[in-house]
């Protein structure tokens, strides 16, 4: 297991081969977010795998027009159970929570040398339509996910002094 590996060679993928995936890769992605830390151990998140193309090119839509949601074999979409929640540090649960499992499933596919892109830019609210979410349900994020067509090279970073205090804010 080299976690450090798989965090070094993700890319944000967005050009996908025409390959299905395995059952038993997305079996492990799955399992990924299921075993995931979350406040309390509440798990309070539904995933949903969209692999039907009539859907995943309304989800295009929905994405603004970006066409590589529809050209992944898979999106993956967070749902949020219970979006009130705040944690005592002032934070909504679901969105740490989410953000973690997602990372962990991310990750995942990645060690299984498949390609990912998490989405930022959607309207909720057509996802939402699109796939019978229900109104009290928070979407906050979504990914594609398939066999990469692309290798993209490593995007610059801040150095680790930039971005490191140590003891106070600096």
Known sequence: MDVF??????RSIRNYKNKE?????????LESARIAPSAGNRQEWKFLMV???ETRDKLVEAAHGQKFVGQAPVT???CSTESERVMPCGQYAYTVDLSIAVSFMILEATELDLGTCWLGAYDEEKVKEILGIPDEIRVPAMFTLGYPDE??????R??????ICYERYE
């Open 21 to 29: 995936i395995e059952d038993e890769k997305l079996d492990k992605i």
């Open 151 to 156: 290798n993209p090279p490593a995007r610059p």
């Open 158 to 163: 801040k150095d680790l002094n930039d971005i």
């Open 76 to 78: 993956i979409v967070a």
């Open 51 to 53: 692999k039907n193309q």
């Open 5 to 10: 590996k798989a965090i070094a060679e993700r």
